[in-house]
Nanobody
């Protein structure tokens, strides 16, 4: 069973930076798309950023130029660098990975438990 463990959330002042990371555990043959979502209170969960195995990225318009997603394809770690944080970035951030466990099956999408990011004004 694959589990994703996120770290790096916390409280930061507006204009500050935070780094999130996501490490998978369990049986992993290959990780395809890695992504970060967020959900603010009373809001729907939304895609923040994602990166394919081939390093193609996609960002929510509100974070373009401020957030950077990256990945380590050897250790299968996902990162999210968040700069110039705004109070509206406050949310629980979730990591996702499309994981292929063995050669005999396709991939499944896994979610982390979420990490709180709070940006004070």
């Amino acid at each position: 069973q694959v589990q994703l463990v996120e770290s790096g959330g916390g409280l930061v002042q507006a204009g500050g930076s935070l780094d999130l990371s996501c490490v998978p555990t369990g049986s992993i043959l290959r990780v395809y798309t890695m992504g970060w979502y967020r959900q603010a209170p009373g809001q729907q969960r939304e895609l923040v950023a994602q990166m394919t195995r081939g390093l193609v990225t996609n960002y929510h318009d509100s974070v373009k130029g401020r957030f950077t997603i990256s990945r380590d394809n050897v250790q299968n770690i996902a990162y999210l660098r968040m700069n110039s944080l705004k109070p509206e970035d406050t949310a629980v951030y979730y990591c996702t990975m499309d994981v292929q466990a063995t050669d005999h099956e396709g991939y499944r999408t896994y979610w982390g438990q979420g990490t709180q990011v709070t940006v004070s004004s």
